[in-house]
């Protein structure tokens, strides 16, 4: 067994980081860790940018650069190799919060295709990623969903998402770029995870190339997988999940209460974290059929994967087994696995600087919601100064 304090060594987690960027780190962690800072900063942060003050500078050079790439794709790719050097790949993540219209729409799958093409033979790059409702609007995945009927408009707008799905996740068979499908709500899923099973019997034939997520805070997921399992064993092909905790947790709860319906989500933070080992396991168990990318910043699911890589006898460098992590945190985890010989990605965020605002906004506040997060993240960066004084 490995011992339990491979995160603890900050050399190599900072190891990219110069001393003003750690100061740096600092101090946004110091900020984001105070509810009335992150409240009064991004108000203040969307005022500027809404009346046209000259801010940009500012937030490029602080928020927008910790947790981003850059403005686009050839703007990430210094950040993308010396993070490459280090053993920790990259996935591209356009974080342009779409418009609901069918343009909008088009666009973003030609974006979705454009960066498939750009990852293309680089080993750094070795994922794409899109979020369903960019390719569609919520109202007709919630019609899908719930079996009610569409208008023809709205047929003719299913159509045109299956068609989306369907050229992106040809590209991506095409180019050998694995392709990762973020989660949605709960009222909206069972369209897109019928959409993603049909991709996955067409693209996952012979290898996974397309990769569902599974949102660990709802007590369902379990059984769903086992019966997809059951269905991909019987018909012979593969399944791709990220798993994570899950990103929509007081929208869901309201929505079930105001409702009248049972929460889709555990009942407390341990029951999710307990759903999200179980099903972790669960995958672990089936490496035949599954391939898992493990979406996380919890050091204890961490430490239970590589145990159980471990246990069955899975190569550190096997590709059936992927870490993640969001670009500018989590370094101790990223960092120390990739230098272990993982297989470990970080989720790269990227766009114009006014048009990504509203992910770094989300960002810090769910961080400041995330008790012990952003405590750990000071601590380990408070480590690494002194270490680098002495």
Same mark, same amino acid.
């Given at each position: 067994m490995h011992t339990k304090n491979l995160f603890e060594n900050t050399e190599v987690a900072f190891s990219l980081k110069s001393d003003s960027e750690l100061e740096r780190a600092y101090f946004l962690?110091?900020?984001?860790?105070?509810?009335?800072?992150?409240?009064?900063?991004?108000?203040a942060t969307k005022f500027a940018l809404n009346i046209n003050l000259p801010v940009e500078g500012l937030i490029r050079s602080t928020v927008f650069d910790h947790f981003c790439g850059g403005v686009n794709?050839?703007?990430c790719m210094p950040v993308v190799e010396k993070m490459h050097e280090k053993g920790v790949c990259s996935v591209l993540d356009?974080?342009?919060?779409?418009? %609901?219209? !069918?343009?909008?729409?088009?666009?973003? #799958?030609?974006?979705?295709?454009?960066?498939?093409?750009?990852a293309e033979n680089k080993e750094a790059l070795p994922f794409s990623v899109f979020k369903p409702t960019g390719f569609g609007r919520l109202e007709v995945y919630r019609k899908v969903a719930e079996k009610e009927p569409l208008t023809d408009i709205e047929r003719i707008e299913w159509e045109k998402i299956i068609e989306r799905f369907d050229k992106v996740c040809q590209k991506c068979s095409e180019t050998g770029v694995s392709l990762l499908i973020d989660a949605e709500e709960s009222w909206i899923q069972n369209s897109v995870d019928d959409l993603i099973l049909?991709?996955?019997?067409?693209? %996952?034939? !012979?290898?996974?190339?397309?990769?569902? #997520?599974?949102?660990?805070?709802r007590w369902d997921r379990l059984d769903y997988l086992e019966l997809v399992l059951q269905i991909a064993s019987e018909e012979g092909f593969k399944l791709g999940f990220k798993i994570v905790r899950g990103a929509y947790l007081e929208k869901e709860n309201k929505r079930a209460e105001e409702m009248g319906y049972k929460s889709p989500i555990c009942s407390t933070k341990k029951a999710t974290d307990e759903n999200f080992n179980s099903i972790m396991s669960f995958m672990f168990d089936h490496p035949d059929v599954m391939?898992?990318?493990?979406?996380?910043?919890?050091?204890?699911?961490?430490?239970?994967?590589?145990?159980?890589?471990q246990q069955k006898g899975i190569a550190k460098n096997d590709l059936r087994v992927w870490f993640g992590q969001l670009y500018g945190?989590?370094?101790?985890?990223?960092?120390?696995?990739?230098l272990e010989g993982y297989n470990v990605s970080k989720y790269l965020p990227f766009g114009p600087v006014k048009d990504v605002m509203p992910y770094l906004i989300r960002r810090a506040e769910e961080n400041t919601s995330v008790a012990g997060q952003t405590s750990r993240e000071l601590n380990l960066i408070k480590r690494e100064k002194e270490r680098r004084k002495l």
């Open positions: 962690f110091k900020m984001i860790s105070s509810e009335p800072l992150v409240k009064i900063g991004t108000a794709e050839e703007d356009y974080s342009v919060e779409g418009k %609901n219209l !069918e343009m909008s729409f088009d666009i973003a #799958t030609d974006k979705v295709l454009r960066l498939t093409e750009f049909e991709m996955m019997r067409k693209y %996952n034939k !012979e290898k996974v190339v397309v990769y569902n #997520t599974i949102q660990c805070y391939t898992v990318f493990i979406g996380s910043h919890n050091e204890e699911s961490c430490y239970l994967a590589m145990d159980l890589m945190m989590s370094d101790h985890i990223s960092f120390n696995l990739g």
